[in-house]
């Protein structure tokens, strides 16, 4: 099939998210017509909140093209939020675990039958201070050179000024109402990584490759210039010991 019918479970979560979303926030979306009108790819994310799912959610929601997350396994135990996340299609993520590789494989299934999977390649929030993308992990560069689907970067800003990461009063900052900032950029090439054996440099290369469009994308989005050298939070790690 060339694109996923929206189908029951994903117009239910519609339902009970988009309500709030409007009346709370303001949008600001640009680059929808980024968004492939039919035939499988890949969006990659930045993650700043975590509101900030529900905010791109929407986004694309309203392109028609709806997207199939690589979620955390622990999110799908919780029995009505398991269900809708089942029912959604969302992909479960074993971390520390040989059912990782079942997540790309069941990506690189749903890609190739037409479908959208979405990929916060960093893999949780970031942690650069200054709230940039981090240096993100392999896994949707692997995917994108094993199906050589079309990577859509995207970027976005706001949903952190409403629910900041690793806050220690979790409090939500509702008033004065904000803007969620959600821009779709166009497909990041990768043509030149095709046919090269995807060893650990090559992946990690096409992965710098699209970091740095989901980065200046939000540069655009902030007015701002994305700094030189992504934050690493290895090498954070390193550092303190």
Not at 37 to 55: K, M, R
Not at 191 to 209: H, I, K, M, P
Request: one cysteine or more; charged letters at 20%.
């Amino acid at each position: 099939m060339s694109r996923r019918r929206i189908g029951f479970w994903y117009r239910l979560a519609a339902v009970i998210a988009k309500p709030p979303l409007v009346v709370l926030f303001k949008r600001d979306w640009r680059g929808m017509e980024h968004i492939p009108g039919q035939g499988g790819f890949i969006t990659a994310v930045n993650h700043n909140s975590y509101l900030d799912p529900l905010s791109y959610a929407h986004f694309q929601y309203n392109t028609g093209r709806v997207p199939r997350f690589l979620a955390k396994a622990p999110l799908f135990k919780p029995a009505f939020v398991g269900a809708i996340l089942r029912g959604t299609g969302q992909i479960p993520v074993y971390r520390e675990s040989t059912d990782a590789a079942n997540a790309f494989r069941a990506a690189v299934d749903a890609i190739n039958s037409g479908e959208c999977v979405a990929f916060y390649p960093e893999g949780t929030l970031t942690r650069d201070p200054e709230m940039w993308p981090m240096v993100g992990k392999t896994g949707v560069a692997r995917v994108a050179l094993m199906t050589k689907a079309p990577v859509i970067p995207v970027a976005q800003w706001g949903a952190n000024e409403v629910m900041p990461p690793y806050a220690t009063e979790k409090k939500l900052r509702l008033f004065p109402r904000r803007t969620l900032r959600v821009v779709a950029g166009p497909p990041v090439d990768l043509s030149a990584f095709y046919g090269q054996e995807a060893n650990a440099e090559v992946l990690r290369d096409a992965t710098d490759t699209i970091m740095a469009a989901v980065s200046e994308l939000l540069g655009e989005l902030r007015g701002q210039t994305p700094p030189a050298e992504r934050f690493d939070p290895r090498k954070q790690k390193g550092n303190t010991k």
